[in-house]
């Protein structure tokens, strides 16, 4: 990923119906051969954190960073794809732990600060997070991935 010119971490579990949007995106870049060669797709699943202190961390950094991630902000409708900024994200997520959690807000905001990358934050609002496991995506977000398999192509071209 320090060698690409665009990283792309999609994040969720896809045990946990929409929370699994993320991985599902690279999934679909993987098979529709992704967006190029200069540009790296990982499947973060729930363990983006190592990744970005990575990247913090390292003499070299990608151009751009693009995050996808499920969102349950209220102020979207369920399946509403929304680039965010990073000050966006609800500041009531940092502070408490859960497996649905917006991913390590504080990280992105130290990535943004401490680097010169260029951070690009793909939201979906959720129609559906089971409390037990539960595999899929509901109509809504489904619907939305071709959306942001787009918004993305797009982002790796700029």
Do not use: W
Request: glycine content about 6%; some cysteine; hydrophobic content about 40%.
């Amino acid at each position: 990923m320090f060698n690409s010119r665009v990283v792309v971490f999609g994040c969720g579990n896809t045990l946990y119906g929409d929370d699994g949007l993320g991985p599902m995106v690279i999934s679909k870049l993987q098979e529709e051969n992704g967006p190029g060669p200069d540009v790296t797709l990982i499947d973060a699943g729930t363990s983006i954190r190592p990744l970005l202190f990575d990247l913090i961390l390292s003499d070299r950094h990608p151009q751009r960073v693009i995050i996808v991630d499920i969102t349950t902000d209220e102020d979207l409708y369920p399946g509403q794809v929304k680039e965010i900024d990073i000050h966006e994200v609800d500041p009531k997520k940092i502070a408490d732990f859960s497996m649905h959690q917006f991913p390590t807000t504080n990280l992105l905001k130290e990535l943004q600060e401490a680097t010169d990358i260029r951070l690009s934050i793909i939201v979906v609002r959720a129609a559906h997070i089971p409390e037990k496991m539960q595999e899929g995506l509901s109509r809504e977000v489904q619907e939305a991935l071709p959306h942001v398999v787009n918004k993305i192509k797009e982002l790796t071209r700029a």
